[in-house]
């Protein structure tokens, strides 16, 4: 400190932000470069084809059944995660009774948020290989009690018609108990005093959740329509261990269709970097619209 505190400042900064610009940004801009090339990936010769692999991306019937996929990912996945995150955190928190003391959570609400987490503790890769068992036409827990009940048992990740679907819930599922927690969160930091007057002017729960917690939430459940709808723009690990894109490119998404483009027989790191850098716009799009289009004034209480 004896020299100033700018040298102090340089000191601790320079050595992250470095780091970062090589590990980050540096692939980042490796992405950009590789994708106008028709390099293979193991070799030190690639040849420069400017945009001939976003020409090809344009006609590529397998990217656009990928990104079909993804949009009807985005378009289901934060919503029903966000109704369902909604939902439970209402029980929760004020499931209980209306009594003396105001407005009360179900009994036992810290086992309940304990459960509904569980899936954050577990890796994507075991909760894959979890549901892929759930699913098994012949031993899984599922068809298990379809035909305990009597009803037709279908081959969930083997017909075109399920496959993607199957995929869809289990995304939906792994998601659920994070917001659960995050919104019931969100919800403990609202004064009690709002509700208990929402009550005595006799306001349904379906009322109090639709004009009162979900405006005070707004900001929270902004940031989670965001991150969800990256996640549904990727999906790679669960489909890549649940279907591998099967059956007949049903499940595919765009990671998957990048990482075999890239790590499959043809090898074509050019064409793959090309993917991801679309991936990359779309991921930004879908972000900024996220942003731009549910921005509402910010509502205060004390």
Do not use: C
């Amino acid at each position: 400190m004896r020299h100033g505190k700018y040298p102090l400042i340089i000191t601790f900064l320079v050595p992250p932000l470095l780091l970062y610009g090589i590990f980050v940004l540096s692939p980042y801009l490796q992405a950009f470069q590789i994708s106008t090339t028709n390099w293979l990936g193991y070799s030190a010769h690639a040849d420069s084809v400017g945009m001939a692999n976003f020409r090809t991306l344009l006609h590529d019937g397998q990217v656009w059944n990928a990104i079909k996929n993804n949009a009807i990912m985005l378009a289901v996945v934060p919503v029903l995660t966000i109704v369902l995150g909604l939902f439970f955190a209402t029980m929760l928190n004020m499931g209980g009774r209306k009594g003396r003391a105001g407005v009360t959570g179900v009994r036992g609400t810290s086992v309940y948020r304990m459960v509904y987490f569980f899936p954050q503790v577990l890796s994507v890769v075991i909760i894959a290989l979890l549901w892929k068992e759930v699913y098994h036409p012949n031993n899984g827990l599922l068809n298990g009690a379809l035909r305990a009940l009597g009803l037709p048992a279908p081959t969930w990740l083997g017909d075109p018609r399920t496959a993607f679907w199957a995929v869809l819930a289990v995304m939906v599922w792994s998601n659920v108990g994070f917001y659960v927690v995050l919104f019931g969160a969100a919800m403990s930091a609202v004064p009690r005093d709002i509700y208990e007057a929402v009550m005595l002017d006799g306001a349904s729960r379906w009322t109090t959740l639709r004009r009162i917690t979900v405006p005070l939430l707004w900001d929270t459940v902004q940031v989670a329509w965001i991150y969800l709808a990256i996640a549904a723009l990727d999906g790679f690990i669960l489909v890549q261990q649940m279907t591998n894109g099967g059956p007949n490119f049903s499940s595919d998404v765009i990671g998957l269709r990048m990482y075999e483009t890239a790590f499959g027989s043809e090898s074509k790191f050019g064409y793959a970097s090309a993917i991801g850098v679309v991936m990359l716009f779309l991921t930004l799009s879908v972000a900024v619209l996220a942003l731009r289009t549910a921005r509402r004034d910010r509502i205060e209480y004390s």
